[in-house]
Nanobody, 118 residues
Framework: QVQLVESGGGLVQAGGSLRVSCAAS????????MDWYRQAPGKQREMVAS???????TYADSVKGRFTISRDNDKNTVYLQMNSLKPEDTAVYYC????????????WGQGIQVTVPS
């Protein structure tokens, strides 16, 4: 199977920056999609940013121009650089990957808290 380990979350003041990382290990054969989702208290989980191998990243409208997703295929790691953070960015952030050659093919990280006090 595939294991995902997230790191880099924490508390940052509004306007600040934070980078979260997610490293995949195990049966990581040709990871295609790597995403970041987030879930705020009382809200549904939403996609924040997505990057497909060889493709251009996509972003939720709420984070465009502030967040950047990137991946290092050699390290099987996906990053989310978050700049100009706002209190509404406060949430648990989850890494998600798709590995089509294994079953099951979808995996989620344990979640990492990002807090931006108002």
């Amino acid at each position: 199977q595939v294991q995902l380990v997230e790191s880099g979350g924490g508390l940052v003041q509004a306007g600040g920056s934070l980078r979260v990382s997610c490293a995949a290990s195990g049966r990581v054969f040709r990871i295609t999609t790597m995403d970041w989702y987030r879930q705020a208290p009382g809200k549904q989980r939403e996609m924040v940013a997505s990057i497909i191998s060889g493709g251009a990243p996509t972003y939720a409208d709420s984070v465009k121009g502030r967040f950047t997703i990137s991946r290092d295929n050699d390290k099987n790691t996906v990053y989310l650089q978050m700049n100009s953070l706002k209190p509404e960015d406060t949430a648990v952030y989850y890494c998600h990957v798709v590995v089509p050659l294994v079953s099951p093919s979808h995996y989620w990280g344990q979640g990492i808290q990002v807090t931006v006090p108002s």
